[in-house]
């Protein structure tokens, strides 16, 4: 891309953004009773589900190992374990003996809805109370130590506190539209 290739691209985009602002959307109004509308149209959108923030010991084998394989991780993953229940450190057993990629932050996996991990993992993660350990967990991945720190409930947010946001989105669908219509417009009208 040469410089004046940029230029050009540039103010091509500059002069669609103002025929947009000037043409397209200078009477969008969104009202109070759209949003209000469309926020009781989609509460899924406004929530927020159940999460954890949680740490894990990750000891590695494949599912179709041989069982000494799968006997020698579960015993350090049980050892981990007793480890972490004598008091030691959560986090700096996950740095010591962890074999995954969380390792480097004390496990810490961070805050996570129930969906955005594997099973058995996510059961036992969200019955575990903030300062609970689990027992050891096997999944594809290997076997787990988890432990909870926080535990955040699901909520929705509330309409005001979306309200512009919402606004916005509306306003953005209906100038999408409009630039959309006027383009098959031009394409049906132009000689090519």
């Known amino acids: 891309l040469t410089l004046d290739q940029l230029r050009s691209t540039v103010e091509e985009a500059d002069l669609v953004q103002e025929l947009v602002e000037t043409d397209l959307a200078t009477d969008i109004e969104v009202t109070d009773a759209e949003v209000d509308a469309f926020y009781e149209e989609n509460p899924d959108a406004f929530t927020t589900p159940e999460q954890v923030r949680a740490r894990h010991i990750l000891f590695q084998v494949a599912q179709d190992a041989p069982e000494e394989e799968v006997a020698a991780a579960r015993s350090k993953a049980e050892a981990a374990r007793e480890r972490a229940l004598a008091g030691e450190d959560f986090a700096e057993l996950a740095k010591e003996l962890s074999e995954g990629p969380s390792a480097p932050r ?10 955005r991990m594997v099973e058995p993992f996510a059961s036992a993660a969200f019955a575990l109370e903030p300062g609970e350990i689990s027992s050891v967990v096997r999944t594809r991945f290997g076997f787990h130590v988890i432990k909870v720190e926080e535990k955040v409930p699901a909520s929705t947010a509330p309409l005001e506190d979306v309200r512009e946001q919402i606004r916005r989105g509306l306003r953005d669908r209906e100038v999408s539209e409009r630039v959309d219509a006027l383009v098959v417009e031009l394409g049906e009208n132009a000689e090519i």
Do not use: A, I, M
């Not at 004390?106 to 969906?115: A, M, V, Y």
């Open 106 to 115: 004390g496990g810490d996996l961070g805050l996570f809805d129930r969906s």
